[in-house]
Nanobody, 129 residues
């Protein structure tokens, strides 16, 4: 059974930093997509950062240059380093994982990360001005 458990959230002032951690257990597929999402009450959940098993990473524009996603395979943990935090970053943050989809095109397989089947319960991040 795949389980994801987030930690590291908290309250910080604008300009501060936090590092979120997500311990992933039970996931044995060498191919993976992992990501961080966030949600504010009354708004849709949005993707923040993604990392793929081949090392590819992606960030939403508003966090580029401030957030860094990484994974330590030795301890099965996904991280999100968040620097220069802004009040607009306040949200519940969730980590997610999935094998992703392989799509054939132009003679190669593309590893697509667009849907996630495994989710953690979230950790709250609050940034005050």
């Amino acid at each position: 059974q795949v389980q994801l458990v987030e930690s590291g959230g908290g309250s910080v002032q604008s300009g501060g930093s936090l590092r979120l951690s997500c311990v992933v257990s039970g996931y044995t597929d060498s191919r993976y997509c992992m990501g961080w999402f966030r949600q504010v009450p009354g708004k849709e959940r949005e993707g923040v950062a993604h990392i793929r098993s081949d090392g590819w990473t992606s960030y939403r524009d508003s966090v580029k240059g401030r957030f860094t996603i990484s994974r330590d395979r030795a301890v099965n943990t996904l991280y999100l380093q968040m620097n220069s935090l802004e009040p607009e970053d306040t949200a519940m943050y969730y980590c997610a994982a999935d094998p992703g989809r392989l799509v054939w095109g132009s003679g190669v397989y593309f590893h697509i990360c667009d849907e996630y089947g495994y989710w953690g319960r979230g950790t709250q991040v609050t940034v005050s001005s």
